[in-house]
């Protein structure tokens, strides 16, 4: 794996005291959406959960798996809202958290490596959000692309998927939200990992899934604009 393996594996916040209450904002500070370009907010966090539920089709009561799910951000409000949820993640730290904050999923989320997923235990919907940019190469991508596709019965969404076609402007950006010098200092040997749409359609097409990609949208999610998703369905 890359550096970006330590970072997660040891990442740590104010919440870690168990004497302090959970809440999503602590799980989005977290999981690291607060970034050089921006926070996202409780509300713009809310509708993208909506809008994800929408695009996926999630039905009351459907399972959900979150393959890297830090500390549970992506999951917690499918959770309040009553579906069986699960997920893997490599920090132990994180799924700490999780665990204070989804006691009714307890032995449901596992610290894993996600090239290494069960694929015994099946869920409605198995998804992603932000993690494959912190993969190490395609060739890994695809092994957890397939395991998700194993563990699914209904749907796969993989999010928040840095796009090959934009990776120029991407890296200006990025270079650009910090000064002079402090980008190279700071993300030095810490590459994202980018893809081509098609790479996703051609795992679509040897499976025999139905597929569709759209552009990311988190309102006031600046590197946004720059990602797109996928879906695939059974």
Known sequence: MTGW???WKNRSCNSADPSHTLTLEDLLLAD???TDTGRVSISDFQKYIHSISQTCGIQPGESLFDVGMGAGAFLFPWYLDGHPVGGLDYSAPLISLALRIMPG???EFVVCDA????TGKKYDIVLSSGVFLYFPDHHYART????MISKSQKTIAILD???MAQREITEKFRHASLPPGEYEERYRGLDHLYFARSWFHEIADASGLEI???DQHIPHYANGRFRFN???KK
């Open 5 to 7: 393996s330590e970072i």
């Open 32 to 34: 690291g959406y607060d």
């Open 105 to 107: 999923a307890t032995k």
């Open 115 to 118: 090239s290494h997923m069960d």
């Open 144 to 147: 957890v692309v397939e395991k």
């Open 161 to 163: 998927i840095p796009d």
């Open 212 to 214: 569709s990609v759209s």
């Open 230 to 232: 996928v879906v695939m």
